[in-house]
T-cell receptor, first 115, second 111 residues
Framework: NAGVMQNPRHLVRRRGQEARLRCSPM?????VYWYRQLPEEGLKFMVY????????ESGMPKERFSAEFPKEGPSILRIQQVVRGDSAAYFC?????????????FGPGTRLTVL | GENVEQHPSTLSVQEGDSAVIKCTYS??????FPWYKQELGKRPQLIID?????GEKKDQRIAVTLNKTAKHFSLHITETQPEDSAVYFC??????????FGDGTTLTVKP
């Protein structure tokens, strides 16, 4: 039973390029959450999605960032025109259902470096 | 929105000693408090959690206490071992899905 998968694990982009981060939730999970972790900081909530729906995007910057979770395939976090400040580890987590008490299982993260 | 503060930021103990990490939260609507352990370069992993209707929960060497009135909760690790060395994060969750994390405590257990 594979856990949450993320790819790529490491991504290097130059300023102005686009970054696409993928997250495949655990089998049977239909809820995905994206978090960003800056060096030596905690995880910051970005967005919560269910299949084909964005439930809460209150933590996502209004510009350059977007997320989707299509009916088929992985969830995608897209960052357009990356800047150095976007360098961070991006973790996704998945849960089987909604609700405050549902455990969120984290993926291994994608470490984005912007040159 | 919710704000979670975590102390201390670093903690060094001798093997066999106890370690205590404390967190405070601001939103009285938060009712779920998980703790995660993150080893260098790895994913966060849930080690214990507590719901707001419970004051204390224990799992072997790990325990968590919650004081809802004061809005603070703590992680207690007894008989620490070198493999307990990692970064520990507390979190608070109220509305479904959205967790607010503390900034982490780097625990070092010296053999």
């Amino acid at each position: 039973n594979a856990g949450v998968m993320q790819n790529p694990r490491h991504l290097v982009r130059r300023r102005g390029q686009e970054a696409r981060l993928r997250c495949s939730p655990m089998k049977g999970h239909s809820h995905v959450y994206w978090y960003r972790q800056l060096p030596e900081e905690g995880l910051k909530f970005m967005v919560y999605l269910q299949k084909e729906n964005i439930i809460d995007e209150s933590g996502m910057p209004k510009e350059r960032f977007s997320a989707e979770f299509p009916k088929e395939g992985p969830s995608i976090l897209r960052i357009q025109q990356v800047v150095r400040g976007d360098s961070a580890a991006y973790f996704c987590a998945s849960s089987q259902s909604s609700g405050v008490f549902n455990e969120q299982f984290f993926g291994p993260g994608t470490r984005l470096t912007v040159l | 929105g919710e704000n979670v503060e975590q102390h201390p930021s670093t903690l060094s103990v001798q093997e066999g000693d106890s370690a205590v990490i404390k967190c405070t939260y601001s939103d009285s609507a938060s009712n779920y408090f998980p703790w995660y352990k993150q080893e260098l370069g790895k994913r966060p992993q849930l080690i214990i959690d507590i719901r707001s209707n419970v004051g204390e929960k224990k799992d072997q060497r790990i325990a968590v206490t919650l004081n809802k009135t004061a809005k603070h909760f703590s992680l207690h690790i007894t008989e620490t071992q070198p493999e307990d060395s990692a970064v520990y994060f507390c979190a608070a969750r109220g509305t479904e899905g959205k967790s607010t994390f503390g900034d982490g405590t780097t625990l070092t257990v010296k053999p």
